[in-house]
């Protein structure tokens, strides 16, 4: 047996290139493409600006219902002949939804992709939306978030996005809902939502060997039966931020532990800061080395973990903190979590700490973009967030080059330790009056 006493030096990092996008106007619609040369599986998203943002007041998670309805059948074929069409070609209808876009997808062997893109389409333009099977997915989803509410976490979250952005605007209410508002979902919501955005052409992403497909024959099947014009996209919306800290306090009698969110509003994706922000981000509490987790996990032993990181859509975003605690702990505990944001912002970070992030983010970006699942993706960032197409192409050098000077200078700007509101689903009693002399901020108690 050969024991090797020294670990191998990593090699130099091979080059990354992001595949050339070709953007073309086919069947009535924008086809945005990514050339993928020898890749016989290809991937079709049809990306729909129908996302959370559009649902009404009082009917969140709406376009996730819609989303599992598409599959119970069609105008032309019921559940079972849909499902079967689908096998027949071995692939299945995939969909997401977040703040700004919904999206519905297929992944197939390039030369199915035509007629995978036909059943794509069916599905979305002409959906049976049976009364019945519409109430049958309200009702499981309803089920399954009341499962999800029933765990630490969903209701932190749902008080501290309430508190950023207030509980009147739609981004301040939880994404995907919660149960009541799911649970209200009528049948006639689902069919309105459908004829209100998802007749619109939307952007078909294709991520392949181009020389195999037909783009124009793509467009012409997803745009079929389509019309009307793409919605205006509103301006992003103002950062607006407290001047001083609060707590609010969500009761959970009995808990062992804490689940803590801690954020205050940040920029949209597409501020011009992304990079820095992120890295600083990460330096802060975007990785395992981070100094939230050194100091809260390594050395105090409070957690198993925390994290932090700007979430940034379309038009707003919010910078935010996320652990749970023991719950004795739980005051020292964001105590030192403020205190790490407040030393991040005063002081910005190292060139050790930085080139530690640097390698990390950039490595991780070329690891996560190599899948026709993951380019199509990143085809819908470009799209979605009017963002140039040599975005994903530079992107690497951009955070392998961003120095410290700037990275600290986006933490200044962009972190604010007095502004931010702290959130702590617990026991009540156990922790409201170390949280009220912890000098944190002001204690408020909600029901959520």
Do not use: C
Not at 101 to 113: E, K, M, S, T, Y
Not at 228 to 246: F, M, N
Not at 304 to 311: A, E, K, N, P, V
Not at 329 to 349: C, K
């Amino acid at each position: 047996m050969t024991i090797i006493a020294q670990r191998p030096e990593p090699g130099a990092a091979r080059p990354y290139r992001f595949p050339e996008v070709v953007r073309r106007v086919a069947g009535g619609g924008e086809v945005v493409a990514a050339h993928l040369p020898g890749h016989r599986l290809a991937v079709a998203i049809l990306l729909l600006d129908a996302g959370a943002g559009r649902e009404p007041a009082g009917r969140e998670g709406l376009a996730g219902v819609l989303g599992k309805a598409l599959e119970e059948g069609t105008a032309r074929r019921d559940s079972g002949a849909y499902a079967l069409a689908l096998e027949g070609l071995g692939t299945e209808l995939f969909y997401s939804a977040d703040w700004d876009a919904f999206r519905v997808g297929v992944q197939v062997p390039v030369d199915r992709l035509g007629a995978a893109v036909e059943l794509l389409a069916e599905a979305v333009r002409t959906p049976a939306l049976d009364p019945a099977d519409v109430e049958r997915v309200r009702d499981d989803e309803a089920t399954a978030l009341r499962m999800y509410w029933a765990n630490p976490g969903p209701r932190a979250d749902a008080a501290l996005r309430a508190d950023l952005f207030g509980a009147d605007q739609r981004h301040g209410r939880p994404m995907g809902g919660d149960p009541a508002s799911v649970a209200a979902v009528t049948v006639a919501d689902v069919v309105d939502f459908h004829r209100a955005w998802f007749t619109r052409p939307g952007t078909l992403l294709v991520a392949g060997d181009l020389d195999l497909i037909d783009l124009d024959a793509l467009g012409a099947a997803a745009f079929a039966g389509a019309s009307g014009a793409s919605p205006e996209v509103e301006p992003a919306l103002p950062v607006v931020l407290r001047d001083s800290r609060r707590i609010i306090l969500v009761d959970r009698p009995g808990a062992v532990q804490s689940a803590v969110r801690l954020g205050h509003p940040a920029p949209h994706r597409a501020h011009p800061d992304y990079v820095p922000m992120s890295l600083a981000s990460t330096v802060l509490g975007g990785a395992f080395t981070s100094r939230l987790n050194h100091l809260i996990r390594e050395v105090r032993g409070y957690t198993y973990g925390i994290r932090s990181d700007f979430g940034m859509s379309r038009r707003f975003g919010r910078f935010s903190i996320s652990s749970s605690v023991q719950t004795g702990v739980t005051a020292p505990a964001l105590v030192d979590a403020v205190g790490e944001v407040s030393r991040t912002q005063a002081d910005g970070v190292t060139e050790e700490e930085l080139s530690v992030a640097r390698s990390w983010r950039a490595g991780q970006l070329s690891v996560e973009l190599q899948t026709p699942g993951a380019i199509a993706s990143a085809l819908a960032t470009l799209v979605v967030h009017g963002l140039p197409d040599d975005y994903h192409a530079t992107l690497r050098e951009q955070l392998l080059s961003a120095t410290v000077e700037q990275v600290s200078a986006a933490a200044a700007t962009h972190l604010h330790a007095q502004g931010l509101t702290l959130v702590v689903e617990g026991d009540a009693a156990q922790t409201r009056d170390e949280l009220a002399a912890s000098g944190l901020g002001e204690l408020l108690d909600e029901s959520v």
